[in-house]
């Protein structure tokens, strides 16, 4: 049942992932373990026993019945947070244990649990694996967000001298798109079943993500400036990961999903939808649809930036081997792609046991589907089925976005 053939089995993932994540910790100044560079979200102290909490709930407790590491950890590094505007959390650092007295707990768990961990279903490493790669990709952006005297600098990105390529509409025709899987198959989230397959008129989309320097003229035009810009004596920077740099106008924009749509509407033009994205990546002229893009081979650095590649953006033309059966450009990775759809449950829709809430809290009409991946999101994770989803002003995730005409 593993997801990518080259990797070995699944509690040899739960160790790769292991050292993604521990390496991003490592990466936190110890100055900064009670910061929190997102006010909607947890101190950074909270992931660092989060990740375990998960796997020993929802693998040690519930599937293995062995019981508490701590009652009170094994609850407070149980969930995340994800409040409506308004409603930010009110902590202190004094609410939370010491960063020794953490440690140790993400060490009990561990010593506990590895020699238990083949005991485990398959799907429920499947579980913990994904959502400590999921967690990665948040914990770096939660690094970004951090001032840069507060982390570890790792690789400054270079700056790009290109020009962001001009607009270029490619035409979808009508079709077929398959969303989701069955049940059966490769793991999958609740969210992503059940499969179904939606008739989708011809539409033209972007052949690239729509670029800094697209962006640029409609925040001269009085749009808004995106959360990871800045400006200075007339100038625009892009603050990335581990420097500054002159804004890079052939590179996506990150942006809200709300900003995005008041692009889209500046533009004439709208954001696909779900079934839309679907089509223009995974679809054939001739009706039949791959796994990927660029076909049925497995991803590598050829197809796109994604994978911990490079850490931050690329220009928008510089993975043309990754285009898909159309011609549209990086359809997956160098950023998330918004859709205009609001998440909800697919025909089917069942939460799974263990784990109610992982999509259906989130079924309220204020958190948007995107599709693709970003430059930090794992390769086992670019399947066509599986979906992100964020609220419609968070700007903090990696997320981009192209436009359609209907």
Known sequence: MSVLPVRVSVTSEVSRARRITDGLFDRLLPEAVYDRPIPERHRMLFYIGHLEAFDWNQVGRAILGLGAVSEELDRLFAFGIDPPAGQLPQDTPAD?????????????????????MEDAPEEALHMAVEHRLMHAETLTYLLHNLPYARRRIVDPPRPSPGAAPPPEPIKIPGGAATLGQERGGQFGWDNEFERHSVYVPGFAIDRYKVTNGQYLEFVKAGGPAPHYWSQRNGKWFYRGLDAEIALPADWPVYC?????????????????????????????????????????????????????????????????????AFGVSQLVGNGWE??????GPFPGFAPRPSYAGYSADFFDGDHYVLKGGSCVTDARLLRASFRNWFRDQYPYAYTTFRTVEN
């Open 256 to 324: 809200s999903h709300r900003e995005a749509q008041s692009y889209a509407s500046w533009a004439g033009r709208s954001l696909p939808t779900e079934a839309q994205f679907h089509r223009a990546a995974f679809g054939t002229a001739e009706g039949a649809e791959r796994r990927y893009p660029w076909g049925d081979e497995a991803p590598d650095a050829r197809h796109g930036n994604f994978d911990f590649q490079f850490r931050d953006l690329v220009p928008v033309t510089a993975t043309p081997a990754g285009d898909s």
């Open 338 to 343: 918004w859709t205009a759809d609001a998440f």
């Open 96 to 116: 939370w244990p010491t960063p020794e007295t953490t440690r140790e707990y993400v060490a009990c768990v561990r010593r506990r649990l590895d020699p238990v």
